[in-house]
């Protein structure tokens, strides 16, 4: 069934209205593309709080009793925890409603294609948001070697370390169900966060011929087990080489408005390398990018790097894209299983002692 874009302002309801609905939601202000008509969460101090916001918007603890209501939904912003993304992105499209899901897109393949079918079988669009691709320094690096004056791209390197100090306050009810993805085997640095280190090689260099992988494990007890140290490695079908290392040190302080990540990404070409130095933490007050050729140094000290913009970006994206039906969806539910796949081949690279696995391989 063909996509008709909306003539009108997309009428939109956000179900979940936690820890990242503070970000999610600059998208929606001040924006004529989209009228938010309901709010969606089972917590009534949740629900008090996020009706500040839009006054003129109904509020349900569940979403069978927006569904109930009688409202026009056409399109809903998806901030659910990860283990309730199947089922509930199965739910939302069986009301017959477009759907913005948070990434991961959920935790194996074969959830995966049960959401992918149910968009299918409803004509609906399902869409899992990928804020990075929306960073400005990570765009203009993209453009900087679109442009050639790297020369030839050899590698992609992503430097993660985590600390403990700093940032926002994160709500113990996020903890708890990031326990129990830690418990299955999806953790929150490898496959919670790492999802959009993931998701920016795919962007950058394309796909992904072979992953390998050394997953490590930190216990701070309480169940909380973080997956570091940790080293993936792989390979583009293009040949460029990618790796990503992820530290732990968790009394380093770093100041942050949001979590408390230490980043970089770092391409190399024959002639030169581009480096973006931060995104979701301030770190070292370097630019954000900086590009260095034939012996000089460029820096770039004026890009919107407040991490908060991208995803202010991407919804916006998405809530235009709506009313235009144009352009890629940045990613379409597809892109998202690639991304999928490439995190499920460095967990079956990691299992079995880091042999090189093709993300069309797992199962
Ligand atoms: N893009 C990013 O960088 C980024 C960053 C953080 C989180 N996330 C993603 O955002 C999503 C939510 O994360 P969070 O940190 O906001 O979690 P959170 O725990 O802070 O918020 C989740 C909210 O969903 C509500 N909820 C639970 N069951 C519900 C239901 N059946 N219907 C409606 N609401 C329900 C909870 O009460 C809570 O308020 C996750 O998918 C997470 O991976 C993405």
Request: aromatic share 12%; glycine share 10%.
């Amino acid at each position: 069934m063909a996509f008709v874009p909306y003539d009108r302002p997309v009428r939109t309801a956000f179900i979940g209205l936690g820890r990242i609905y503070d970000l999610n939601v600059r998208a929606y202000v001040n924006n004529p593309d989209v009228e938010v008509v309901a709010l969606v969460d089972p917590s009534a101090e949740r629900r008090v709080q996020r009706e500040a916001d839009w006054p003129q918007a109904a509020t349900f603890a569940s979403v069978a009793e927006l569904a109930a209501s009688g409202i026009d939904v056409d399109a809903v912003e998806a901030l659910l925890p990860i283990p309730l993304h199947t089922e509930g992105v199965i739910e939302l499209l069986g009301y017959g409603w477009h759907v913005n899901l948070q990434k991961p897109i959920c935790n194996d393949l074969l959830d995966a294609q049960r959401m992918l079918d149910a968009a299918t079988a409803s004509g609906l669009v399902l869409r899992v948001m990928e804020n990075y691709l929306f960073y400005e320094p990570l765009r203009r690096l993209k453009s900087v070697f679109e442009s050639g004056e790297l020369g030839t791209i050899a590698g992609y390197h992503m430097k993660m370390v985590g600390s403990g100090a700093g940032g926002w306050d994160v709500p113990w009810s996020s903890f708890e169900w990031q326990i129990e993805q830690m418990k299955r085997g999806r953790g929150i640095l490898v496959f919670d966060d790492g999802w959009h280190k993931l998701s920016t090689a795919l962007w950058l260099f394309g796909p992904v011929s072979e992953v390998r992988a050394w997953i490590g494990t930190t216990s701070f007890g309480h169940g909380i087990d973080l997956d570091a140290p940790t080293m993936i490695a792989w390979q583009h079908a293009n040949g460029v080489r990618g790796v990503w290392d992820i530290t732990l040190a968790p009394d380093l302080y770093l100041r942050s408005d949001y979590y408390t990540n230490d980043e970089r990404w770092e391409v190399t070409g024959s002639k030169g390398f581009a480096r973006v130095n931060r995104c979701t933490g301030r770190g070292v007050q370097q630019p954000s990018l900086e590009v260095y050729v034939d012996g000089e140094m460029r820096g770039y000290h004026a890009l919107d790097d407040d991490w908060a913009s991208s995803f202010r970006d991407s919804g916006r994206h998405w809530l235009r894209w709506l009313r235009t039906g144009e352009g890629p969806l940045m990613w379409s539910g597809d892109e998202a299983v690639d991304v999928l796949r490439f995190a499920l081949a460095a967990y079956a690279s990691s299992g079995s002692g880091g042999i090189g696995v093709s993300p069309a391989q797992v199962i």
